[in-house]
């Protein structure tokens, strides 16, 4: 009898084995799989951030330069106003659809991706 209840205890203490093991492998590839998603999240924006602190300036620079031809500064800088308001309309009302659902590939590209 306390051969088969060794076993069993045996068996059982396996089994406890097996599932505090799977739970730690669990967290670890969910902590792999996060870290990984929030760097590529991170990298992105950075690589954003720089991105639009170029198109600022160099708005700004275009702005001027155009003022300094016209005569007066904030007829340049109207001008870059008018064009990013033309291009935002453009964009808004021909690729609008485009755009969310390529964003939206790549959300789901990169939540279900080993």
Same mark, same amino acid.
């Given at each position: 009898?306390?051969?088969?209840?060794?076993?069993?205890?045996?068996?059982?203490?396996?089994?406890?084995?097996?599932?505090?093991?799977?739970?730690?492998?669990?967290?670890?590839?969910?902590?792999?799989?996060?870290?990984?998603? #929030? *760097?590529?999240?991170?990298?992105?924006?950075?690589? =954003? +951030?720089f991105f639009?602190?170029?198109? &600022?300036?160099?708005? $700004?620079?275009?702005?001027?330069?155009?003022?300094?031809?016209?005569?007066?500064?904030?007829?340049?800088?109207?001008? #870059? *106003?008018?064009?990013?308001?033309?291009?935002?309309? =453009? +964009?808004?009302?021909?690729?609008?659809? &485009?755009?969310?659902? $390529?964003?939206?590939?790549?959300?789901?590209?990169?939540?279900?991706?080993?």
């Amino acid at each position: 009898m306390e051969v088969k209840e060794s076993s069993f205890k045996s068996l059982l203490d396996s089994a406890e084995d097996y599932v505090k093991t799977s739970y730690e492998l669990f967290k670890l590839r969910a902590i792999d799989k996060t870290t990984d998603k #929030v *760097a590529v999240i991170i990298s992105r924006a950075v690589a =954003i +951030l720089f991105f639009l602190m170029f198109v &600022l300036m160099a708005s $700004i620079a275009i702005g001027l330069w155009l003022g300094s031809l016209m005569g007066n500064a904030w007829y340049g800088f109207l001008i #870059v *106003a008018g064009f990013y308001g033309l291009i935002s309309l =453009i +964009l808004y009302f021909f690729t609008h659809n &485009l755009f969310r659902k $390529i964003i939206g590939n790549i959300i789901v590209k990169q939540a279900f991706k080993e």
